[in-house]
């Protein structure tokens, strides 16, 4: 069983940085970062289809980098230059079922979710 843990979330002011971790228990190619927050919708952030390729949101392109350390279990979210309209709750997400690369930002996706942490920017 997949269990996904994040961390890294806090409070910081316009312009700021923050880098998210995920720990992954079990193997699973696809993984991706998602984001909750203000009444809207889950949006995907960021992902990684598990053989070097990436994609993001175009709101956070840019900004945000996602990678992975396959040999510590985790994924990271480094993100600059914070805005307050990126406030929210950021979540893990994972799978190894076949996929689209274009799916990747999709969170039907997934069947694995961390429970999140929430990221603050204030302006």
């Known amino acids: 069983q997949v269990k996904l843990v994040e961390s890294g979330g806090g409070s910081v002011q316009a312009g700021g940085s923050l880098r998210l971790a995920c720990t992954v228990t079990g193997y699973t190619p696809h993984m991706a970062w998602f984001r909750q927050g203000g009444g809207r919708e889950r949006e995907g952030v960021a992902a990684d289809n598990g053989a070097g390729s990436t994609t993001y949101a175009d709101s ?3 900004r945000f980098t996602i990678s992975r350390d396959n040999a510590k279990n985790s994924l ?10 990126d406030s ?9 079922r076949p996929t689209y690369f274009s799916r990747l930002l999709q969170k039907s996706t997934y ?11 204030s302006s």
Do not use: F, H, I, S
């Not at 990271?76 to 309209?85: G, R, T, V």
């Not at 069947?111 to 920017?121: D, L, P, S």
């Open 60 to 62: 956070v392109k840019g």
């Open 76 to 85: 990271y979210l480094q993100m600059n230059n914070l805005q307050p309209e």
């Open 111 to 121: 069947k694995n979710w961390g429970r999140g942490t929430r990221v603050t920017v």
């Open 88 to 96: 929210a709750m950021y979540y893990c997400a994972a799978d190894g």
